[in-house]
Every structure is written in structure tokens, then in C-alpha cells.
């Protein structure tokens, strides 16, 4: 039988385990960062693209700190920082490494939007773009996502006429299966009348042997005893 000392042992560690979870537990539902679905954009060269970025966090945010930076194989730059007082004030930014950068959010009505719009796009403004917000009132807990940005000449056009192709092959072969199963119930159908006449058809027809033949039960007509 385990001692009281395995005991003891096994609530510290249940008890650890408890507090560990509740230390983590608001971390999980804290702070959160989006720069959409796409991992991937593409602009053409000479015009504009907005980043996206928008934030979550369920405790709310005082004096919370974002920014924007960019990043190469070979280059590393702080592009735009900022502060939003509160959940009622707008971000003001603070710090703009170029003048093709304007904030274009609004964290009024919990839309909580620092998303950046970059003009006269560049072919060297292909990189990663990194939104960063952190929240003092979470513990100075910070949280950040990156989008990939290709500037291009133009904009391939996509091809659907493979995808057209199969579509319209996947369709067709469902509606060929929806076909077959209402022909076959059909015939089933037929079947089942045509058997059902048949015995029809035999009933009557026994009945009308029996009146022939003078069976009991039939309607012949009798014939008058023999007089001895």
C-alpha cells in the first residue's frame, strides 16, 4: 500500500499541476494577432497594397503599444510604431521610417484595426511584414503575424480551364448516377405493377376453372338424383 509520503507526493503534484493550468489558462485566451487567410500577397509594382492587422484580447487594453516591421534576408527595419490609449481612442503613431506608410486602422468600436497602407510600391518592397502589438495590461504580453509581400510586373492571370474541366466531369458523372437510381426505381416500379397484374390474372383465372369444372364451392348447375 502506498505510504503517506507517495500521498503527500501526489497532491503536490495535482496541486502543481492546477496551479500550471491556471497560469497558462489566461495566456491562452489573451492576446491574439491576424493579418487575414493569405500567408501570401501580391501587388503590382508602382502601386498600392494594404497590410492587414487586427487584434484581439479579452481583458481589454490600456496603453498598448503596436508596430509594423519588415524584414529581408539582409535587411531588418522598424517601419511604423504606435500607442492606443484605450478601447475609445484612435492609435497614434509615433515613430514612420517612410512617407509612403500611412496607418489606415481605426480600434474604435472594437474593430481594434492597425492595418498599413504602402504606396508607390517598389520591387525591393518584397519581404516579410510583421504586425506587433503588446499589451501592458496583460502583462506587457505580446503577440505578432506575418504576411509575405511580392511586388510583380503584372498579375498572372489564373487559368480555371483545368478546374472548369473537372467540375464539369464531377458533375456530369453525378448526374449520370442520379439517372441510373431513378431509371432503376422505374423499372422496379414496372415490375411490381406487372407481377401484381399476373396474380391478378391467376386468381381469376382459378375461379373460373373451379365454376367450370363443378368443384364444391362452384356455381354448377346440379343435376337431380336418379330415380332407382
Not at 527595419?77 to 492609435?91: A, H, Q, Y
Given at each position: 500500500?502506498?505510504?503517506?509520503?507517495?500521498?503527500?507526493?501526489?497532491?503536490?503534484?495535482?496541486?502543481?499541476?492546477?496551479?500550471?493550468?491556471?497560469?497558462?489558462?489566461?495566456?491562452?485566451l489573451?492576446?491574439?494577432?491576424?493579418?487575414g487567410?493569405?500567408?501570401?500577397?501580391?501587388?503590382?509594382?508602382?502601386?498600392?497594397?494594404?497590410?492587414?492587422?487586427?487584434?484581439?484580447?479579452?481583458?481589454?487594453?490600456?496603453?498598448?503599444?503596436?508596430?509594423?516591421?519588415?524584414?529581408?534576408?539582409?535587411?531588418f527595419?522598424?517601419?511604423?510604431?504606435?500607442?492606443?490609449?484605450?478601447?475609445?481612442?484612435?492609435?497614434k503613431?509615433?515613430?514612420?521610417?517612410?512617407?509612403?506608410?500611412?496607418?489606415?486602422?481605426?480600434?474604435?468600436?472594437?474593430?481594434?484595426?492597425?492595418?498599413?497602407?504602402?504606396?508607390?510600391?517598389?520591387?525591393?518592397?518584397?519581404?516579410?511584414?510583421?504586425?506587433?502589438?503588446?499589451?501592458?495590461?496583460?502583462?506587457?504580453?505580446?503577440?505578432?503575424?506575418?504576411?509575405?509581400?511580392?511586388?510583380?510586373?503584372?498579375?498572372?492571370?489564373?487559368d480555371?480551364?483545368?478546374?472548369?474541366?473537372?467540375?464539369?466531369?464531377?458533375?456530369?458523372?453525378?448526374?449520370?448516377?442520379?439517372?441510373?437510381?431513378?431509371?432503376?426505381?422505374?423499372?422496379?416500379?414496372?415490375?411490381?405493377?406487372?407481377?401484381?397484374?399476373?396474380?391478378?390474372?391467376?386468381?381469376?383465372?382459378?375461379?373460373n376453372?373451379n365454376?367450370?369444372?363443378?368443384?364444391?364451392?362452384?356455381k354448377?348447375?346440379?343435376?337431380?338424383?336418379t330415380?332407382v
Open positions: 500500500m502506498p505510504g503517506a509520503g507517495d500521498r503527500g507526493a501526489a497532491r503536490a503534484r495535482w496541486l502543481g499541476s492546477g496551479l500550471l493550468g491556471l497560469f497558462l489558462l489566461p495566456a491562452s489573451s492576446l491574439e494577432v491576424s493579418v487567410k493569405a500567408t501570401t500577397i501580391y501587388a503590382v509594382n508602382g502601386t498600392e497594397i494594404l497590410l492587414p492587422c487586427t487584434f484581439s484580447s479579452c481583458f481589454g487594453f490600456q496603453d498598448l503599444h503596436f508596430w509594423w516591421s519588415y524584414n529581408t534576408s539582409d535587411t527595419r522598424t517601419l511604423i510604431d504606435g500607442t492606443v490609449k484605450n478601447e475609445k481612442s484612435d492609435p503613431v509615433k515613430f514612420k521610417d517612410d512617407d509612403r506608410i500611412t496607418l489606415e486602422g481605426s480600434t474604435k468600436e472594437k474593430m481594434n484595426n492597425i492595418s498599413i497602407l504602402l504606396r508607390n510600391l517598389e520591387f525591393s518592397d518584397t519581404g516579410k511584414y510583421t504586425c506587433h502589438v503588446q499589451n501592458p495590461k496583460e502583462n506587457n504580453f505580446r503577440h505578432q503575424a506575418t504576411i509575405f509581400l511580392q511586388v510583380v510586373d503584372k498579375l498572372e492571370e489564373v480555371n480551364t483545368v478546374t472548369l474541366i473537372i467540375l464539369g466531369v464531377v458533375g456530369g458523372v453525378i448526374g449520370l448516377l442520379i439517372f441510373i437510381l431513378l431509371v432503376k426505381k422505374f423499372i422496379a416500379f414496372i415490375i411490381k405493377k406487372t407481377q401484381e397484374k399476373k396474380k391478378e390474372c391467376l386468381v381469376s383465372s382459378s375461379g376453372d365454376t367450370e369444372n363443378g368443384l364444391p364451392g362452384s354448377a348447375e346440379e343435376k337431380p338424383p330415380k
